[in-house]
């Protein structure tokens, strides 16, 4: 065995399988194998606190943290002008036309690629004399491991990270130009017209480098001399993947492998449209006003890829084809505002305003949106207000011809041994074990005792998808704004507005790990939980995941989102308390407390899951100070979001408030030329570490974090006006 066998037992007589110094070792002779950063091969320390991939404490997960840009180089230019012309005295014409270029550069890890199927005849386990088990193998201890399975000669599944070509490089330049104009004039009587057109076109171009050709590697890893001439590759070149991670393969053998690749879209959008609007007729208290109008709009998408994606080479990626796609669609419109009571007792205003739309897609057909709401003002500086809202999106353009897209986010597999060995877990035990309970493959039984996963990210794939439905919102809003003029200092002025929106049908795409969770945690018994499990992919010998399909799809429950925006605002002149004081000072506070967010009938809110989900504050605020002197504005301002809950995800608690200040002055220099010089984060505050930070970059919440992520860091701006 291997513990036994003087090539292997240095690393498999006593094997501290979880990554606990206090643990005795064990003797492991079988299961799945990895090679440590001196090259041995050793059992895969993947259970336990070998979980962290920390390579230094004996995991054989691979930490992918520190290739991975966190914040993205780029630069950004941009120009706009608009015009002004009268055409008639009671014609105008407004123009505008805005180009803006960005350049953005991404780092990411090493490709993984996982599900190689190794001849044992390869150089790189044979040697030359294509014998595994003789002196020339350059790997012996592999080959021990090899020669003592029920059959030796059998190919292998092998997964590996691409240290050796490279961390994967891209750029990604996009240009974004839009066009508008538009017409307007009176019709008599308090009527007036528009018209307008709008163009745009965004062009997206990347090139990503130090990907990997799959035929290139598979072809080297067998050896060249064992593939045949009228399928080698020319310039063929023997490949070494096994060893220390960060030095195989060797610089000719990388260069073989290595494949850049490049893809161009296109997205353009024409826009009609035109409308009236006037008073219909009198009542006692004010004139009917209404607005009916007409649009039309075009979206198109195009893209297309180089031959490599085409052919479906690059490892980690399906075949992409060039894509062409596009959608219409006809809308009709209408609102009107009706005064109910004005300049009374106790009813200063009373209104009511109602509107409808129907669209006609020519993907989904034809939907139909409408809105009613009341307002009430007692006083002047008292004014309620209430809206219903019924709201029908169709995907767009890109949403239903996207091509593919390949990420690696971090995940859990949720029929590890952990979990599938625990108390009570019988249940799990058997979904995750029987076949057909998921898109493919399951996790033998005969390992799960001991099955945990290789690696500590997961393939997903995202794609476009023209069978999307509309999503349907309903939103119920109420509340008042108190802006009293009796102040004896200052002007005062607040707003407080419940909201209610409901969601349906909505276009997400969910993440790897929701789509699991959601998969195991309810065993495929609702419909939800049924659908995503036919996005899993598993390797039916070794139960690893191969893939999870999270592209768009209709979300098949509900999210219900209720609670309070408020907001805030005084101002006053200092002079009006102390004499000869110049400047006036400022203040303005935004709250949203959020009462529940129910996903499915579950409330999420104040939970954080990072990268599974992200961050959902039950509150959150920004208030701002600022100080206004003639042409000068020093403003501070705070962002504040409270510790929120990780159980549920975790074992932890919570993870830790958000609390962030910023400072910026500005001066404008003349009329035209304004000069704006910014401080972020002022107390220099780095982030957390969270536990769920460990399905996001740097092991902390990095959307929730993001002001802390690089520290304080320091601006200046000039915004000229031509």
């Known amino acids: 065995g291997l513990s036994t066998n003087p090539l292997t037992s240095g690393q498999f007589a006593s094997a501290n399988t979880d990554c606990n110094p206090a643990t005795a070792g064990v003797a492991v002779n079988g299961g799945n194998l990895s090679f440590n950063d001196q090259g041995q091969l050793t059992p895969a320390f993947t259970g336990g606190a070998c979980t962290i991939p920390d390579r230094s404490i004996g995991s054989s997960r691979y930490n992918y943290a520190p290739d991975n840009y966190i914040y993205l180089p780029a630069e950004r230019f941009g120009i706009q002008t608009f015009g002004n012309y009268d055409v008639t005295d009671t014609i105008h014409m407004k123009t505008m036309l805005s180009y803006v270029r960005s350049i953005t550069q991404v780092q990411l890890a090493a490709t993984p690629i996982t599900g190689l199927s190794i001849p044992v005849s390869s150089p790189a386990i044979a040697g030359a004399d294509g014998i595994v088990g003789t002196a020339d193998d350059p790997h012996p201890d592999l080959s021990a491991a090899l020669n003592s399975r029920p059959n030796p000669a059998a190919n292998f599944t092998y997964a590996w990270r691409s240290n050796g070509v490279g961390p994967r ?15 307007d004039g009176e019709l008599g009587a308090g009527w007036e017209w528009n018209v307008s057109a709008g163009w745009g076109q965004g062009q997206f171009n990347s090139a990503l480098e130090n990907n990997v050709n799959r035929v290139a590697l598979l072809q080297g890893v067998a050896g060249c001399a064992n593939i045949p001439a009228s399928a080698r590759l020319p310039d063929c070149v023997n490949v070494d993947i096994f060893g220390p991670p960060s030095l195989t393969p060797n610089a000719a053998a990388a260069s073989f492998i290595r494949t850049n690749v490049q893809t161009s879209q296109s997205i353009e959008q024409t826009l009609l449209g035109g409308f009236v609007r006037g008073n219909l007729f009198e009542l006692p208290a004010g004139s009917v006003a209404v607005v009916a109008g007409l649009e039309y709009r075009q979206d198109e998408v195009s893209l297309r890829v180089d031959d490599a994606q085409r052919r479906g080479e690059i490892a980690g990626f399906n075949a992409v084809q060039d894509i062409n796609g596009g959608l219409d669609v006809y809308e009709a419109y209408g609102e009107v505002s009706v005064p109910i009571l004005s300049d009374m007792p106790l009813a200063k205003e009373l209104s009511v305003d109602a509107g409808y739309r129907t669209s006609d897609y020519s993907t989904i057909g034809s939907v139909e949106s409408y809105k009613y709401g009341a307002h009430y003002a007692p006083v002047d500086w008292l004014r309620f207000r209430a809206v219903y809202n019924k709201a029908v999106r169709a995907p767009s353009a890109l949403e239903s011809f996207q091509a593919g897209d390949q990420g690696f986010p971090a995940y859990t597999d949720p029929c590890r041994n952990q979990a599938t060995q625990a108390p009570g877990a019988a249940a799990l035990l058997a979904f995750c074990t029987t076949n057909g309970n998921i898109g493919a493959g399951f996790v033998p039984a005969v390992i799960a005792p001991t099955f945990a996963a290789n690696n500590a990210q997961v393939q997903a794939f995202a794609f476009g998808n023209p069978n999307l439905s509309p999503e349907t919102g309903e939103t119920i809003t109420a509340g008042f704004v108190f802006e009293p003029d009796f102040l004896p200092v200052g002007t005062f002025r607040s707003t407080f507005d419940y909201f209610d929106i409901t969601l349906q049908d909505a276009i997400v795409a969910r993440g790897a790990q929701t789509i699991l969770n959601s998969c195991y945690g309810a065993l495929g018994s609702n419909p939800q939980s049924a659908s995503d499990c036919q996005q899993i992919v598993r390797d039916p010998a070794t139960g690893q995941i ?59 809110s104040g939970q954080t899951g990072a990268g599974i989900g992200g961050a959902t504050p039950d509150f959150k605020s920004t208030t701002t100070v600022d100080y206004r002197l003639d042409d000068w504005m020093f403003q501070l301002r705070h962002n504040y979001i409270p510790a929120l809950d990780q159980t549920g995800f975790f074992s932890s608690p919570e993870a830790p408030k958000l609390s962030n200040y910023d400072a910026s002055v500005s001066w404008d220099v003349t009329d035209r030329l304004r000069v704006v010089g910014t401080v972020s984060n002022l107390t220099d505050e780095f982030p957390p570490v969270t536990e769920a930070g460990t399905f996001d970059q740097a092991n902390t919440d990095a959307a929730l974090y993001a002001p802390w992520v690089v520290g304080r860091t320091f601006s200046i701006q000039a915004r000229l006006k031509f």
Do not use: C, H
Not at 177 to 183: E, G, I, Q, T, Y
Not at 556 to 578: A, K, N, P
Not at 580 to 593: D, E, K, R
């Open 169 to 183: 490089k891209g750029e990604f330049i996009n240009s974004n130009l839009l066009a508008r104009v538009s017409f």
């Open 546 to 604: 191969l893939s999870v399909n999270t592209s768009l799809t209709n979300s098949l429950g509900e999210r219900q989102v209720t609670g309070w925006d408020i907001q805030l605002d005084y101002e006053m002149d200092l002079d009006e308390v102390f004499a000869s004081v110049p400047g006036t000072l400022g203040a303005n506070v935004v709250m949203t407390i959020t009462d529940q967010y129910l996903v499915n009938g579950t409330d999420i």
